[in-house]
């Protein structure tokens, strides 16, 4: 392949040049000075120059859990211990915390950025955030857990190589958090493809370093998630205490946790194997965010590349509009860099394309090859509640559009996938079943999408576009 230095890159210009009126003298002249990119493309190999890095393994993960589990405690203090935020950052939290004598949240803050949040004690959105061990680079993708916030989880979960399930060992509270969100969330990103789950229990401080309750959850959640689907060697639990500190990065020093011989969470996450993105593939990106840094700046875009390579120059699509863009600039973790590949968290930014043509949950994708809109797909979907044929919302990450079941094909077997009954009229909560999805608007959607179905304000199934 025939690699060139661009030599001079044009600066795009703030005004519009000009463009030669169309006639038939100059019509060709016309063409080629429109399709003359703004930005060269060094036209990289990028699959080969990405195979010639030695880099440290990358995993996104996304926590789960009901609402009091103590998830944002355990993050922050993991964020802590492996050195993410530093002394000072966290003794402010600390003081702050006290004076409105809520101290044990101070870790949680690590997470909550904003003083809503804080005041109310709960997480509500996404927070992205990395920390690195000496074997991998993490990100968390944060999961709220108040019900109403399902849609933030869900674009979450949708961009996971695995879940992390925070338990509250305390008596009382995991029962609760059984009958509350922990079984909802896991048969969720079960259902929309994640495979590896490690299961923090955790408040084991609370809880006495009992064995018996540590032995009696386990037993209790292995049954379940495995009846979800999930393999028993890809399932590990990890007894902790995230207010403590104890077998997140050290190993618990109480004496009454001496039985305890298993992994800490920081080596269990190790443990995730390299995920192995489609870097061959067409490029596909669903859009978190646009913005624009100021007015002379160029339009940006963020998101984790699903599939496929990105360099600077090269042309894009965004669906479903079909404008087509160019990337004039991009960054990997917020580094400058020539180009980007399949697992990796960007921000993009485009010339050449309106604002009003991008939004978020739109997908950007190869101009050569771009994903089709679509307004009927057939998915392969678990069921949480009642199904009929029936209004429902399609999620996708963050694309979100209304449309309805129009047929239930099959119901089909959890493990084999082989097909049980034909069109039933109706399936019962925790079914497996094929079915045909018609949307209001078409929207870029293709095989094997994770996507959620909703209906008033309840997740009532999710799965994979077929
Ligand atoms: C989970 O189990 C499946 C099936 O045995 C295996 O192919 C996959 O690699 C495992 N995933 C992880 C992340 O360990
Ligand atoms: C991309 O755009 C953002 C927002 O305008 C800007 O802050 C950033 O520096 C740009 N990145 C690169 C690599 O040019």
Same mark, same amino acid.
């Given at each position: 392949?025939?690699?060139?230095?661009?030599?001079?890159?044009?600066?795009?210009?703030? @005004?519009?040049?000009?463009?030669?009126?169309?006639?038939?003298?100059?019509?060709?002249?016309?063409?080629?000075?429109?399709?003359?990119?703004?930005?060269?493309?060094?036209?990289?190999?990028?699959?080969?120059?990405? @195979?010639?890095?030695?880099?440290?393994?990358?995993?996104?993960?996304?926590?789960?859990?009901?609402?009091?589990?103590?998830? /944002?405690?355990?993050?922050?203090?993991?964020?802590?211990?492996?050195?993410?935020?530093?002394?000072?950052?966290?003794?402010?939290?600390?003081?702050?915390?006290?004076?409105?004598?809520?101290?044990?949240?101070?870790?949680?803050?690590?997470?909550?950025?904003?003083?809503?949040?804080?005041?109310?004690?709960?997480?509500?959105?996404?927070?992205?955030?990395?920390? +690195?061990?000496?074997?991998?680079?993490?990100?968390?993708?944060?999961?709220?857990?108040?019900?109403?916030?399902?849609?933030?989880? &869900?674009?979450?979960?949708?961009?996971?190589?695995?879940?992390?399930?925070?338990?509250?060992? %305390?008596?009382?509270?995991?029962?609760?958090?059984?009958?509350?969100? *922990?079984?909802?969330?896991?048969?969720?990103?079960?259902? &929309?493809?994640?495979?590896?789950?490690?299961?923090?229990?955790? @408040?084991?401080?609370?809880?006495?370093?009992?064995?018996?309750?540590?032995?009696?959850?386990?037993?209790?959640?292995?049954?379940?998630?495995?009846?979800?689907?999930?393999?028993?060697?890809?399932? %590990?639990?990890?007894?902790? $205490?995230?207010?403590?500190?104890?077998?997140?990065?050290?190993? %618990? /020093?109480?004496?009454?946790? $001496?039985?305890?011989?298993?992994? *800490?969470?920081?080596?269990?996450?190790?443990? $995730?194997?390299?995920?192995?993105?489609?870097?061959?593939?067409?490029?596909?990106?669903?859009?978190?965010?646009?913005?624009?840094?100021?007015?002379?700046?160029?339009?940006?875009?963020?998101?984790?590349?699903?599939?496929?390579?990105?360099? #600077?120059?090269?042309?894009?699509?965004?669906?479903?509009?079909?404008?087509?863009?160019?990337?004039? %600039?991009?960054?990997?973790?917020?580094?400058?860099?020539?180009?980007?590949?399949?697992?990796?968290?960007?921000?993009?930014?485009?010339?050449? #394309?309106?604002?009003?043509?991008?939004?978020?949950?739109?997908?950007?994708?190869?101009?050569?090859?771009?994903?089709?809109?679509?307004?009927?797909?057939?998915? @392969?979907?678990?069921?949480?509640?009642?199904?009929?044929?029936?209004?429902?919302?399609?999620?996708?990450?963050?694309?979100?559009?209304?449309?309805?079941?129009?047929?239930?094909?099959?119901?089909?077997?959890?493990? $084999?996938?082989?097909?049980?009954?034909?069109?039933?009229?109706?399936?019962?909560?925790? *079914?497996?079943?094929?079915?045909?999805?018609?949307?209001?608007?078409?929207?870029?959607? +293709?095989?094997?999408?994770?996507?959620?179905?909703?209906?008033?304000?309840?997740?009532?199934?999710?799965?994979?576009?077929?």
């Amino acid at each position: 392949m025939a690699v060139y230095q661009a030599t001079a890159t044009p600066k795009p210009k703030a @005004k519009e040049t000009p463009k030669p009126k169309a006639s038939l003298a100059n019509g060709v002249q016309s063409l080629s000075i429109q399709e003359t990119p703004k930005v060269k493309s060094k036209n990289i190999d990028v699959i080969s120059e990405f @195979k010639k890095i030695k880099r440290k393994n990358a995993a996104n993960f996304v926590v789960i859990g009901h609402v009091d589990a103590g998830k /944002s405690t355990l993050m922050g203090r993991l964020l802590f211990d492996l050195k993410a935020v530093d002394q000072r950052t966290m003794d402010k939290y600390r003081k702050e915390a006290e004076n409105i004598g809520k101290g044990s949240f101070a870790f949680a803050w690590v997470l909550d950025q904003g003083t809503e949040e804080r005041a109310r004690g709960v997480t509500i959105d996404i927070a992205t955030n990395k920390f +690195e061990t000496d074997k991998t680079s993490f990100t968390i993708l944060d999961a709220p857990g108040h019900r109403d916030f399902v849609p933030n989880m &869900i674009a979450g979960a949708s961009q996971a190589d695995f879940a992390v399930l925070v338990i509250d060992a %305390s008596t009382g509270n995991f029962e609760s958090g059984l009958r509350g969100q *922990t079984k909802e969330h896991a048969l969720l990103v079960r259902s &929309i493809g994640v495979q590896r789950i490690i299961v923090a229990v955790n @408040k084991m401080d609370v809880a006495e370093w009992s064995h018996a309750r540590f032995e009696e959850i386990r037993q209790q959640m292995s049954g379940f998630l495995t009846g979800a689907g999930f393999q028993p060697k890809n399932i %590990s639990f990890v007894p902790c $205490s995230g207010l403590g500190g104890d077998n997140i990065l050290r190993r %618990s /020093s109480d004496p009454r946790s $001496s039985w305890y011989k298993g992994a *800490t969470l920081v080596e269990d996450l190790d443990l $995730s194997e390299p995920s192995t993105h489609a870097l061959d593939k067409p490029l596909r990106m669903t859009i978190n965010d646009v913005f624009r840094g100021g007015v002379q700046n160029p339009l940006s875009v963020s998101g984790r590349l699903e599939s496929g390579t990105v360099q #600077i120059g090269e042309q894009v699509m965004i669906m479903p509009s079909g404008e087509k863009a160019q990337i004039r %600039s991009l960054e990997v973790d917020d580094e400058p860099q020539e180009w980007a590949v399949a697992g990796q968290n960007v921000v993009l930014n485009l010339t050449d #394309i309106d604002a009003i043509h991008i939004k978020t949950g739109d997908a950007l994708c190869s101009a050569t090859a771009p994903i089709r809109n679509v307004r009927e797909f057939k998915a @392969k979907i678990l069921a949480f509640d009642h199904l009929t044929p029936m209004n429902i919302d399609v999620h996708k990450g963050r694309l979100h559009v209304p449309g309805r079941i129009s047929q239930l094909v099959a119901t089909l077997d959890k493990a $084999s996938g082989a097909v049980l009954k034909k069109k039933p009229k109706i399936v019962q909560p925790g *079914t497996v079943v094929r079915v045909v999805v018609q949307l209001d608007e078409a929207v870029p959607l +293709e095989a094997p999408s994770r996507v959620v179905l909703r209906s008033n304000g309840e997740t009532v199934a999710a799965g994979l576009v077929e």
